[in-house]
T-cell receptor, first 113, second 111 residues
Framework: KAGVTQTPRYLIKTRGQQVTLSCSPISGHRSVSWYQQTPGQGLQFLFEYFSETQRNKGNFPGRFSGRQFSNSRSEMNVSTLELGDSALYLC????????????FGPGTRLTVT | ELKVEQNPLFLSMQEGKNYTIYCNYSTTSDRLYWYRQDPGKSLESLFVLLSNGAVKQEGRLMASLDTKARLSTLHITAAVHDLSATYFCALLSGGYQKVTFGTGTKLQVIP
């Protein structure tokens, strides 16, 4: 079956703008988690959505938000972009929330100039 | 707060040699993962370890878990160039799907 898909794959934005990233999980998976990967901070958990509800949130400012739709697709939004938001954003899907193996998408490479 | 430390951060080794990557963590966890990441690519799941004493092997890689010592190891046997990548350990904790990643170990296997 098809894997996790993320769109767009690459994105260049200017400071102060906002951006929306999309993630389509594996069919049947109801949990979607988002991660930010940077050379300095490594891989950091952003948040998890399960059945359209945010179940857990990492230590990121309120500029980072997300949502999940009834078909389990998820979007992540970053407002008022800063240079430090440049990163690889990975989403991962799993069948359930908690103790379920995650499958990662290819990521969206965001560059903020 | 769960903390996950890996060492070494960088590892350069010759083909045919053996080496071990260590993953230490600070609190109890529901399960431990090992992932591989090639440059510019996403994460590929290697192993999932669920219980104390768990050992899993795939090809030249073997992972083990000691929950009492809060330690997992990833052992590389007779390394080949294709194993060059960054390896992450990660732990699931907190009941929900929150995964905390280690710092990663960048492995370079020299032919």
């Amino acid at each position: 079956k098809a894997g996790v898909t993320q769109t767009p794959r690459y994105l260049i934005k200017t400071r102060g703008q906002q951006v929306t990233l999309s993630c389509s999980p594996i069919s049947g998976h109801r949990s979607v988690s988002w991660y930010q990967q940077t050379p300095g901070q490594g891989l950091q958990f952003l948040f998890e959505y399960f059945s359209e509800t945010q179940r857990n949130k990492g230590n990121f400012p309120g500029r980072f938000s997300g949502r999940q739709f009834s078909n389990s697709r998820s979007e992540m939004n970053v407002s008022t972009l800063e240079l430090g938001d440049s990163a690889l954003y990975l989403c991962a899907s799993s069948f359930t929330s908690g103790s379920s193996e995650q499958y990662f998408g290819p990521g969206t490479r965001l560059t903020v100039t | 707060e769960l903390k996950v430390e890996q060492n070494p951060l960088f590892l350069s080794m010759q083909e045919g040699k053996n080496y071990t990557i260590y993953c230490n963590y600070s609190t109890t966890s529901d399960r431990l993962y090992w992932y591989r990441q090639d440059p510019g690519k996403s994460l590929e799941s290697l192993f999932v370890l669920l219980s104390n004493g768990a050992v899993k092997q795939e090809g030249r890689l073997m992972a083990s878990l000691d929950t009492k010592a809060r330690l997992s190891t990833l052992h590389i046997t007779a390394a080949v160039h294709d194993l060059s990548a960054t390896y992450f350990c990660a732990l699931l904790s907190g009941g929900y799907q929150k995964v905390t990643f280690g710092t990663g170990t960048k492995l370079q296997v020299i032919p």
